[in-house]
């Protein structure tokens, strides 16, 4: 009896100095969910957790996998961080109550406010443009808005991928903004009436498709060409070589544009620890890293671009603040869907 009681506090003395260790020493390693695959990124924690001796865990699947995965958790979640593109998708689960809004006067000051929440829900990281890739053989013009993709010398020539895509319902919603409802969908009918085919595959399949003269303009984000660029396989690099970006509407609002960014999760066991990551990822640092293993843009201002990114040129971008993408994703799925935008 005397023996068992004596076991039972010294099993009690070892728990509380182990969990003093795990409170004094050894951070609990920061849980992100990110739709991100990109081995800069991974470089990009790994660098936090030096700088800052927080480990960081990651776990990648798809966006709708990871917010079905919230949604189920609920507060129970271990996860402190969300990281997805699109800003469409980013409102999407501010709105659903899985994210909470943070205040960062560093990320405030660093990331420019069309690139993020009002509220703090979320903030971009990288950015991408939504471009017109066009077989320079086929195309003479050099200058192209989208809203000239739906005049009549188009048609059977235009490809998109589908409505169900959130690239091209935050690209619809952008529309909207621009035009208004009536607009936006007889704009959306025009498109679909010249599609060279239904929409099919993704942004890269689009791209082979031009390069294969299966169709002479394609709507896709700017990554996917430099991603096709750096691709081991040839078919890819081949592709590339046939096709030239041109970045459309410079001469009004500017080419639509969109980030990957990410916001601290309801529920996040840390919090504090979860802003600092956010926060490196606005810094000059990673800034810098970014756009080489993805072929996206910085966010912030000023950052260096590589070489590839640099040779596409400068280029208006729509300052349309982003947030509006995810207020309008439910008018512009719905528009989609009457125009016939498959
Ligand atoms: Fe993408």
Known sequence: MYLAGVMHIKHLLSLI?????????????????????????????????????????????????????????????????????????????????????????????RIPAQYRDPKGFWYGFTLRARVLVVSPERVQESSLDYEDLVKPEWKGRVLSRSSSNIYSQSLMASMIAA???????????????????????????????????????????????????????????????????????????GSHVNVSGGGVVKGSPQKEDAIKLLEFLASEEAQKSFPNGSREFPVVPGTPLPELQASWGDFKSDDLPLSKLGELNAEAVKLMNEAGWQ
């Open 179 to 253: 035009h208004g409802a009536e607009d936006a969908r007889a704009w959306a009918e025009g498109l679909k009436n010249n599609f060279a085919r239904p929409p099919q595959g993704n942004d890269r399949d689009q791209i082979r498709a031009v390069a294969a003269g299966l169709a002479d303009v394609a709507v896709v984000n700017t990554y996917y060409v430099g991603l096709l660029h750096d691709s081991p396989e040839k078919r890819d690099t081949d592709a590339v070589s046939k096709v030239k970006i041109i970045f459309p509407n410079q001469d009004n609002r």
């Open 17 to 109: 100095s182990v969990s003093c260790v795990s409170l004094l020493g050894a951070k609990e390693p920061l849980l992100v969910y990110s739709h991100r695959h990109y081995e800069s990124d991974t470089a990009l924690f790994d660098q936090f957790t030096k700088e800052t001796g927080i480990p960081v865990e990651v776990v990648k699947a798809k966006a709708n996998a990871l917010i079905e995965r919230l949604k189920a958790e609920g507060d129970k979640t271990k996860a402190d961080i969300f990281i997805t593109a699109d800003a469409g998708r980013l409102g999407l689960a501010a709105d659903m109550g899985l994210l909470e809004a943070v205040k960062s006067p560093v990320l405030e000051q």
